[in-house]
């Protein structure tokens, strides 16, 4: 009997039962969309001996990206943040979640202000007396349209944190990153580097040409830009390093903190649809950085672990040229010193053998 009165209940609202199943069946299809690609990561012997150091590792994608190096047992993992307690506890419950010890994944003692120079400096400083070797780079640290703001150095504060910070940082670390063996620096831009130019008599968008999009557009152009220039550099130096960049995607992060609160209503009450968690936010990082080799071009800008041709902007040697010197000279480095080790202390320690 109940068979059949459920037969019939089914009868009488097959259309409205049928509307349903395919909304729900579009709904799984869109999500598995938005979710994006999975990385393509090379499994290797001995793999967990290789150092990653991730900037801005403990909250959004850096920390989903830094928990799925070590479940993986991809490498050891270094995170780099603005407070090195809260990285500590991060790396903390890293462990604890996962079974791992303080050889797999562990914060930096020094702190990383990618706001200024003088932090950058020092924490390389530190870096480099600690580990000899630097297996991969993630440049993942950002922030997203903020307020208008200059930094002590009297840089505009997306610049500095975005592009300034991860370039003088990349530039310190080239002695571990040479002394690896095939090293990468992989550094997250973004699809907004489309809408992005380089205001080269103004970089600071100062005199009211400021706004807070404006700015983070430029400097996710200067990423790619970045990247392009340091991948040439490195072959036509003959180093075994290799540079990507990236775009994670739209990702459920506190990047938009910054935003108007009616732009936050409105995609909290989308995101979980349009929105990536923030572990498949990180996969085209893992794919750049963990990827067979002879998947991935030198200097390539990748989205949803594929490669994806940039702006035209963003394709321009020249424009990468200019912007490697203008950028050498507000950091504070010698023109041209790319041939030298610009973080040249003795490594010392326990890891100073990997």
Not at 136 to 159: K, R, W, Y
């Amino acid at each position: 009997m109940s068979l059949l009165l459920l037969w019939e209940l089914i009868s009488q609202h097959k259309t409205v039962i049928m509307c349903l199943g395919f909304t729900g069946a579009s709904l799984v299809f869109l999500r598995r969309w938005f979710a994006g690609g999975r990385a393509a990561i090379e499994a290797a012997p001995q793999r967990s001996r290789r150092l990653v150091l991730i900037t801005g590792a403990s909250s959004g994608i850096g920390l989903a990206a830094a928990r799925e190096i070590v479940r993986l047992r991809l490498a050891r993992v270094c995170i780099a943040c603005r407070r090195p307690e809260l990285g500590a506890i991060v790396a903390a419950d890293i462990r604890r979640e996962l079974g791992a010890d303080e050889t797999d994944i562990f914060a930096a003692e020094e702190p990383l202000d990618l706001a200024s120079l003088a932090c950058v400096r020092r924490f390389a400083e530190a870096f480099c007396r600690r580990h000899r070797r630097l297996h991969v780079l993630l440049n993942n640290a950002g922030i997203m349209a903020c307020p208008e703001a200059l930094t002590e150095d009297g840089f505009e504060s997306q610049l500095a944190v975005n592009h300034l910070g991860h370039f003088l940082l990349t530039r310190l670390l080239l002695g571990p990153l040479r002394r690896a063996n095939g090293a990468r620096v992989v550094t997250v831009s973004s699809k907004a580097h489309e809408w992005g130019s380089i205001c080269w008599d103004n970089l600071n968008l100062s005199g009211g040409k400021y706004t807070p999009f404006k700015a983070y557009s430029q400097s996710k152009l200067a990423n790619v830009l970045f990247t392009r220039a340091l991948a040439s550099k490195f072959e036509a130096r003959g180093d075994d390093v290799t540079a990507y960049c990236l775009h994670p995607g739209a990702v459920q992060t506190n990047l938009g903190r910054y935003q108007p609160a009616y732009f936050l209503a409105v995609f909290s009450a989308v995101s979980w649809l349009m929105l990536k968690r923030p572990v498949e936010g990180a996969q085209t990082s893992l794919h750049c950085a963990f990827a067979p080799i002879e998947r991935l071009q030198n200097g390539g800008y990748y989205s949803d672990c594929q490669l994806t041709k940039p702006s035209k902007r963003a394709q321009s040697d020249s424009d990468a040229a200019r912007l490697w010197l203008i950028s050498e000279k507000l950091v504070g480095l010698e023109p041209d010193s790319f041939d030298t080790d610009d973080c040249v202390s003795e490594a010392i320690g326990d890891d100073c053998d990997y």
